[in-house]
């Protein structure tokens, strides 16, 4: 297990491999800079993790009990707080302190990660682009182009089942990309380029860390 960082989503361009003759599709993310904001060990809470914090933002736009646990860690200074925080759980914490700053520069070129966020809302669609279903004939007269068909039994049981597939909303759901590759690392902009699309729109907050899946 070993850290993470939090950043966020710019957009997706194209980078040139010289010597192959291929362009490659990148997205670039903002990565960090982070802020270690607690310190989790097996003797006080039972497991080794830290936590750390991202977005700076001004206090008034965060509650008493999130400044609180800030200003433990000085990570609540002067005018501006953290906004989001996220916990990474790793084998040991020896080489963490609190107030220590993340950057990009803890991930290599060629290393495989993993990207969480939110995909892109669709809002409320159909049952053909939300499951992939197969429609009706287009026959004249049909009347039955898109509708859902049956839904189940009448008496027995008499309703809806929970979690059957139907119209409802799409996407604005947490997606984890797995076992991406990082192409290249700006430690000056704190920029990771990573190879293929990760989740959501320009501006997602993303969570990337080594991944933790082996083998194919």
Known sequence: MSVGILGTKVGMTQIFDMEAGTAIPVTVVQAGPCTVTQIKTPETDGYSAIQIGYDAVPKRKLNRPELGHLEKSGAASGDTGLRHLREYRI???SSYELGQELKADIFTEGQLIDAVGKSIGRGFTGYQKRHNFRRGPMSHGS???????????????????PGKRMAGQKGNTQITVRKLEVVRVDTDRNLLLIKGSVPGKPGTLLSIAPTNKVGK
Do not use: E
């Open 91 to 93: 084998d040991s914490t």
């Open 143 to 161: 009347k039955n182009h898109r509708l859902p068909g049956s839904t189940g039994a009448g008496t027995t049981p008499g309703r809806i089942y």
